[in-house]
């Protein structure tokens, strides 16, 4: 990225409406499938619509292909470079580049004018999801789709959780939320939580991320001296039938955001 410049896709309007994606890598691909950086789930945009990408300097966005094409200030392009301000348009979403300038730090002993803003949010706008089968990690994202203002991203497994997640500490960005699969492959969902409070410990970040465990644990002792090393943090059992599995999300989701809001999420 551009040294000292954060950039921001807004999805301004759309199915998920609101959502913000800091750009914290060189490359970033937009598209409905769920291995995807940016997901717009709508089937008006293609499973792999688009690439916003660094170049020489600039910010690019390129189209791979996509059915609807892609438009930048209603403009149908097939590589473009981006300003500030601009709009992209993929299918239904309208998505608003936004650069910004970090200002100087005030100096010792000055108050700043600007009152600063809440350490933690009100509602959870971003959800990870990491591990399940591909019909549960479809449930889950129905689910947050319905009950919360943001957007799901699932990941594979725990090591690609990982990546990502060191990668957006660096930008000082993140999820508001990460549901984990417990018995994950390649990396469980126990060490995947220890793995994340070491990022954010070894990163200095002041507020930690929740945490929402969701699977069968093997060692309800061993768990709950992890669970407390994870707070905040939340476990509900997974159930082995679907519209089960559905109402479980939809419990563990909640005591999310009790924890979020300072509330016990025991």
């Not at 799901?152 to 090591?159: I, K, L, N, V, Y």
Request: hydrophobic fraction near 40%.
């Amino acid at each position: 990225m551009p040294q000292g410049v954060e950039i921001t896709l807004v999805v301004r309007k759309g199915p998920q409406q609101g959502i913000r994606y800091h750009l914290a890598r060189p490359e970033v691909r937009i598209g409905r499938r769920k291995d995807m950086d940016l997901i717009l789930s709508d089937t008006t945009v293609s499973a792999e619509h688009a690439r916003v990408f660094f170049q020489e300097g600039g910010l690019w966005i390129e189209d791979l292909k996509s059915m609807n094409g892609t438009l930048v200030n209603d403009r149908r392009i097939r590589r473009s470079l981006l300003q500030a301000n601009d709009r992209i348009t993929l299918g239904k979403y309208e998505l608003e580049v936004q650069m910004e300038v970090p200002g100087p730090k005030p100096e010792k002993g000055v108050t700043p004018s600007v009152e600063p803003e809440p350490s933690v949010k009100p509602e959870i706008e971003e959800v990870w999801l990491a591990g399940f089968t591909p019909a549960l990690r479809q449930v889950l994202i129905e689910v947050v789709d319905e009950t919360l203002v943001g957007h799901a991203t699932a990941f594979t497994d725990g090591e690609k959780v990982l990546t990502e997640f060191s990668a957006r500490l660096e930008s000082d960005s993140g999820p508001d939320l990460i549901i984990l699969d417990i018995r994950m492959p390649l990396i469980s969902g126990v060490n995947t939580a220890i793995s994340i409070r070491a990022f954010e410990q070894g990163f200095a970040r002041p507020e930690k991320i929740p945490i929402a465990f969701f699977g069968q644990v093997p060692n309800p002792v061993s768990f709950e001296k992890v669970l407390q090393f994870c707070q905040p943090a939340s476990y509900l059992p997974t159930a082995s039938r679907a519209k089960e599995f559905r109402m479980q999300a939809v419990k563990l989701i909640a005591k999310a955001k009790k924890g979020l809001s300072g509330r016990p999420s025991d």
